[in-house]
Nanobody, 125 residues
Framework: QVQLVESGGGSVQAGGSLRLSCEAS????????MGWFRQTPGKDREFVAI????????LYTDSVKGRFTISRENVKNMVYLQMNDLKPEDTAVYYC??????????????????WGQGTQVTVAS
């Protein structure tokens, strides 16, 4: 089991930027893909981005392409989500998650076995 701790959320104006960080507790961090999801009240958790274990492949949901960048530093057990040009519709609780797989082709919520506690991102118009 992996313990994941997110940080970096907050409140910004539309057009602003935030960088979310997620630290993993377990050895072997470099053997599984990592993803970011987000959730708003009353809605299912939504996929945002995923990065493969070997850092050679990333995938994004259409609404964040060109604005968000996922990255990871395996030597530090860290994964990041750089969010630029934020919009009010990006407001949500953001979760990092550890995949059961090393590749980035499986990005349903059920493909991830460990989740962080979430960090709130609020974008004001």
């Amino acid at each position: 089991q992996v313990q994941l701790v997110e940080s970096g959320g907050g409140s910004v104006q539309a057009g602003g930027s935030l960088r979310l960080s997620c630290e993993a507790s377990r050895r072997g961090f470099g053997s599984y893909a990592m993803g970011w999801f987000r959730q708003t009240p009353g809605k299912d958790r939504e996929f945002v981005a995923i990065i493969s274990a070997s850092v050679d492949f990333t995938l994004y949901t259409d609404s964040v392409k060109g604005r968000f960048t996922i990255s990871r530093e395996n030597v530090k057990n860290m994964v990041y989500l750089q969010m630029n040009d934020l919009k009010p519709e990006d407001t949500a609780v953001y979760y990092c998650a550890a995949s059961y797989y090393s590749g980035a082709y499986n990005y349903l919520a059920s493909d991830f076995g460990d989740w962080g506690q979430g960090t709130q991102v609020t974008v004001a118009s």
